[in-house]
């Protein structure tokens, strides 16, 4: 069954705007991943937050994670129209193989 | 210096073909996957190897078979494609086996059945 589910399914904002994304996931994980794919391209890790660690930074990104409601946000600040792209978060349960489930993702549009 | 490559990069196909996509990583890795991309964009894990050894083989009908030769390289075989086959495939690849490894994604191989 899928995981991870993502809020908004699409967000449309101006550039210079934050954008907020959301997951929610139904398992217990032992880390949480966000990807970023642009139209026509495979996906690009962006940023690896584990189940022990509350949030997390890098460059314009910040993640948290809220693991007592199975949840995580993906905040991008100031954002670019190159910020343009489709983002999924992916978790990685407790097993000890390199399954990844990735939610159904948000597609971000930020207009210049 | 590709990291992750694919091919083809695009493949039409009539209905009860047998096809292939190849894939190929520099980067030393010891561990590749193959994901499905439906239209909605669902993104799902279908076989993984950890030198070349089969680790994650999800619910996948039977003709799909995975193939590795070696450390760097992931190949699927698809026999009698049906029109529900039609989807992006990605290969990805990552430096050991446990989920806590970032994956490095191929650019997908857009497979359309006619």
């Known amino acids: 069954s899928q995981q991870g589910e993502e809020d908004p399914q699409a967000l449309s904002i101006q550039e210079g705007e934050n954008a907020t994304m959301n997951c929610s996931y139904k398992?217990?994980?032992?880390?949480l991943q966000w990807y970023r794919q642009n139209s026509g391209r495979g996906l690009v890790h962006l940023i690896l937050?584990?189940?022990?660690?509350r949030e997390k930074h890098s460059g314009r990104l910040r993640v948290t994670l809220d693991t007592s409601k199975k949840s995580s946000s993906l905040l991008i600040t100031a954002s670019r129209a190159a910020d343009t792209a489709s983002y999924f978060c992916?978790?990685?349960?407790?097993?000890?193989?390199?399954?990844?489930?990735f939610g159904q993702g948000t597609t971000l549009q930020v207009k210049p | 210096d590709t990291a992750v490559s694919q091919t083809p990069k695009y493949l039409v196909t009539q209905m009860g073909n047998d096809k292939s996509i190849k894939c190929e990583q520099n980067?030393?890795?010891?561990?590749m996957y193959w994901y499905k991309q439906d239209s909605k964009k669902f993104l799902k894990i279908m076989f993984s190897?950890?030198?070349?050894?089969?680790?994650i083989n999800e619910t996948v009908p039977n003709r799909f078979s995975p193939k590795s030769p070696d450390k760097a390289h992931l190949n699927l075989h698809i026999n009698s494609l049906e029109l529900g086959d039609s989807a992006v495939y990605f290969c990805?690849?990552?430096?050991?086996?446990?989920?806590?490894?970032?994956?490095?994604f191929g650019p997908g191989t857009r497979l359309l059945v006619l």
């Open positions: 992916a978790t990685r349960g407790s097993s000890n193989t390199g399954k990844l489930i």
């Open positions: 398992t217990s994980i032992n880390n």
């Open positions: 937050i584990r189940s022990n660690e």
């Open positions: 980067l030393g890795h010891d561990t």
């Open positions: 190897y950890n030198n070349k050894e089969l680790i």
């Open positions: 990805a690849s990552s430096l050991g086996a446990g989920g806590r490894e970032t994956q490095y």
